[in-house]
């Protein structure tokens, strides 16, 4: 079976631990898109990993972690991450392939990245490491894939062209310093010898593997709220980051999916600016944040913290097309005397079900309330879903039907032991019948090949 792990919020919803529980049960992780903005933190016998590009199931033996196309690779930072798991004992020679279609970032993105972010009107809340930039390189079809920057000759004709180009922009624009040709060529091509024996055509990788029944989980980063279509716009990445993103992330078909699974708070956070509408007050925000561990685990930025919002969680689900949602960090709200459910905004007067194209009308919200009883009981050591506090129990079924989708996996602290199941997670077993491989392309009589139809 192959699996789609998808956030259904704004990111940092627990993605990392949750692909770590089920990474035993496939052969291959594939991120399929995003940059190194983003970070998955797995626990395992109580060290700490935190992954920024590799996918994060590389921590279970025997796997491979394939960084797809539709990622951009900050050449100098994989090799520090690189070199980071391999000193803490993870093999990471053979299990890291990378997209010889992925693009790179360079050090241009990154100080365009900054200076734009600093010249706008109102802020987005960037990362600063050039995820952006290096999409509208993309774009705009000036980009340098990871096939240039292992090719020397086309990698310097490129840059060159490139560096002349971004020079003026940051000098005339932004009034900032020029980069060095030449130290940028020493250097990336140094990189790109190093990250030379990763490189793959992922496409043919994962089809060739698909034909041989390995199964693939597909973990994006971020959430589908910064989806950079169908997220609070302008306050999104620049990346599709719902399960959509797979197929031109990845290089598979639509056929090649077999279940998606997204993964939710028992409450709502997101880092940087734009709307929130079930925000904390500032003494909730401080007590939820402390015990949640609320802070970005690539920039350490405090994320910012509200109730759940089932009108955001229902169109993510439907977005996505998920079968059934894991939900993480039931534990933090362990104390609590009463909670609130988001299950509509009002805005002047007029309730809202769905959450508006127009973010700018999303900001003037205000959030329509259920309040529930809490279970003030401690979940953390709970192995089954019958062993939760009733009102526990409760929470969950009607976030499910809020959503309207089943719950199927349930996670109740940062430990790897601490998650269960539920009746749901059926959906996700693999079935006696192993999923049809897709067939070889037929070969052509000679004298055919290639000609037009």
């Known amino acids: 079976m192959n699996l789609v792990v998808v956030g259904i919020q704004w990111g940092d919803e627990g993605k990392g631990k949750i692909i770590d529980v089920l990474a035993d049960r496939?052969?291959?992780?594939?991120?399929?898109?995003g940059g190194n903005n983003a970070g998955h933190t797995v626990v395992a016998n109580g060290r700490e990993?935190?992954?920024?590009?590799?996918?994060?199931?590389?921590?279970?033996?025997?796997?491979?972690?394939?960084?797809?196309?539709g990622v951009v690779v900050d050449?100098?930072?994989?090799?520090?991450?690189?070199?980071?798991?391999?000193?803490?004992g993870v093999n990471v020679r053979r299990a890291v392939k990378i997209s010889d279609q992925a693009h790179v970032i360079m050090p241009y993105h990154k100080r365009l990245d900054l200076a734009e972010e600093g010249s706008r009107p109102g802020r987005i809340?960037?990362?600063?490491?050039?995820?952006?930039?290096?999409?509208?390189?993309?774009?705009?079809?000036?980009?340098i894939r990871i096939a240039e920057?292992?090719?020397p000759e086309r990698f310097a004709e490129k840059l060159r062209r490139n560096v002349k180009d971004k020079n003026r922009l940051l000098q005339v624009l932004y009034r900032e310093q020029p980069f060095d040709y030449q130290d940028l060529l020493t250097r990336y091509r140094a990189y790109g010898k190093q990250l030379a024996p990763h490189v793959v055509n992922?496409?043919?990788?994962?089809?060739?593997?698909m034909a041989k029944g390995r199964r693939i989980l597909f973990e994006g980063a971020q959430g589908t709220m910064l989806d950079v279509d169908f997220g609070t716009y302008p306050y999104v990445t620049s990346s599709n980051a719902s399960a959509g993103g797979v197929c031109t992330g990845a290089g598979v078909p639509p056929t090649a999916v077999d279940r998606i699974l997204g993964v939710v708070k028992a409450y709502t956070t997101r880092v940087g600016e734009g709307p929130l509408p079930t925000e904390f007050p500032p003494a909730l925000m401080a007590r939820i944040r402390r015990?949640?561990?609320?802070?970005?685990?690539?920039?350490?930025?405090?994320?910012?913290?509200?109730?759940?919002?089932?009108?955001?969680?229902?169109?993510?689900?439907?977005?996505?097309?998920?079968?059934?949602?894991a939900v993480t960090k039931l534990d933090v709200l362990d104390d609590m005397p009463e909670i609130k459910i988001c299950v509509a905004y009002r805005w002047k007067g007029t309730r809202l079900t769905e959450v508006p194209a127009d973010t700018g009308l999303l900001l003037e919200c205000q959030p329509v309330y259920e309040t529930v009883p809490g279970w003030r009981s401690d979940t953390g050591e709970v192995g089954r879903f019958e062993d939760l506090p009733a009102a526990a129990r409760r929470y969950l079924r009607r976030l499910a039907h809020l959503m309207g989708v089943p719950i199927c996996l349930v996670s109740t602290g940062l430990?790897?032991?601490?998650?269960?199941?539920?009746?749901?997670w059926d959906l996700f077993r693999e079935g006696r019948e192993r999923r049809r491989r897709p067939r070889a392309a037929p070969r052509l009589p000679a004298g055919r090949r290639g000609a037009s139809a």
């Open 26 to 33: 496939v052969d291959i992780l594939v991120r399929y898109q």
């Open 49 to 69: 990993f935190v992954f920024h590009l590799i996918p994060s199931g590389l921590l279970h033996r025997g796997k491979i972690g394939l960084i797809g196309n």
């Open 75 to 88: 050449p100098e930072a994989l090799l520090k991450e690189m070199a980071q798991l391999r000193a803490r």
């Open 125 to 143: 809340g960037t990362t600063g490491r050039g995820i952006g930039p290096c999409y509208v390189d993309k774009a705009a079809r000036s980009g």
């Open 149 to 151: 920057l292992c090719h």
């Open 202 to 209: 992922s496409a043919r990788f994962l089809f060739e593997a």
């Open 291 to 325: 015990k949640g561990q609320e802070f970005g685990a690539t920039t350490g930025r405090p994320r910012r913290c509200g109730w759940f919002d089932a009108v955001v969680a229902r169109q993510a689900v439907r977005l996505n097309g998920c079968h059934a949602v």
């Open 415 to 424: 430990q790897r032991e601490q998650a269960f199941t539920t009746d749901h």
